[in-house]
């Protein structure tokens, strides 16, 4: 990766109203949109482009993360038409070309190719219903609409949509080094501490019983809710992931997986024996 400098622009002052982003050698442009704002950009030029889009929602609880992927040359329709039909989402997203060069054979490439690469990442639900399939783009132009889409793919996941990148690298052997494990009665688990929270690797299996104290709490709800939604199955007297699942504490990871209160940065440890503790907090502490 090279270093990159992104441009993001208020229209409205707000750091949490529409924004605008753009890498300033480039030419496509980001807007994220709230469903709440949404007038506001259709009065804006840039709602009458040829685009590629997004909606982005969010169950309740926060288990589930979800998206749709549009493309369409009337923009100003579709999304009034999405926000009178479509209930799950609170953000839009909207991909458009700065010189106004964008064509549906571009968009419709980058529709499909686009929804591939989102369900390989498997880190938002798709809302589609369909891959697509992939239309006739002749090779000039599929080269360009690659790089368009490596120019959205950072703009989204500066914005905080990473829907392209999977919570890990899919090359587990290069994390080799960074394993950490939670061995308790039941409970064999799996993980990685990232930059974005701590991840729970598939298969890493769990016990499935919680224990009394644990019963009741927001932790042991959260854990039924990966459960409701696959993340997590019960399999005899286990629970086992059935896809890595990104989690904002080290904590709460090691509680869903084990059942049981639990401190997440004594309980993962190093194959070595050393806490996620040790190796993360106390050199900053000794500094």
């Given amino acids: 990766m090279r270093p990159k400098t992104i441009q993001i622009y208020l229209p409205g002052g707000d750091a949490r109203g529409i924004r605008v982003a753009e890498i300033t050698t480039r030419i ?18 840039e709602s009458n482009q040829v685009a590629l889009y997004f909606l982005f929602g969010e169950a309740e609880d926060g288990t589930e993360q979800k998206v749709y992927i549009g493309q369409t040359g009337d923009l100003r329709s579709r999304l009034i038409n999405h926000n009178k039909e479509k209930d799950f989402w609170q953000r839009a997203l909207v991909l458009i070309s700065l010189t106004n060069s964008l064509t549906q054979t571009h968009t419709l490439f980058l529709e499909w190719h ?16 369909t891959r697509g399939s992939k239309p006739h783009t002749p090779a000039p132009l599929e080269a360009d609409c690659l790089e368009i889409f490596e120019t959205g793919q950072v703009l989204l996941a500066t914005l905080g949509y990473p829907v392209f990148d999977a919570v890990v690298k899919p090359d587990a052997s290069s994390h080799a080094d960074e394993m950490l494990y939670c061995k308790a009665p039941g409970s064999d688990g ?24 644990f019963v009741g709490t927001a932790a042991e709800q959260y854990r039924i809710n990966l459960l409701q939604s696959g993340v997590m199955r019960e399999d005899g007297e286990k629970v086992i992931f059935e896809k890595d699942h990104l989690f904002k504490s080290p904590s709460m990871a090691a509680m869903v997986l084990i059942g049981r209160p639990a401190n997440g940065w004594t309980e993962w440890k190093t194959k070595e024996g050393n806490t996620l503790d040790a190796l993360i907090r106390q050199p900053h502490n000794e500094t």
């Fill in 28 to 45: 496509v442009r980001l807007i994220e949109v709230p469903r709440s704002l949404l007038q506001d950009f259709l009065d804006m030029p």
């Fill in 114 to 129: 686009s929804l591939q690469i989102a369900s390989k990442a498997a880190r938002y639900v798709n809302q589609n219903g």
């Fill in 190 to 213: 799996i993980g990685l501490y990232t930059p974005e929270g701590f991840v729970v690797l598939k298969d890493s299996v769990g016990r499935k019983e919680s224990v009394p104290s």
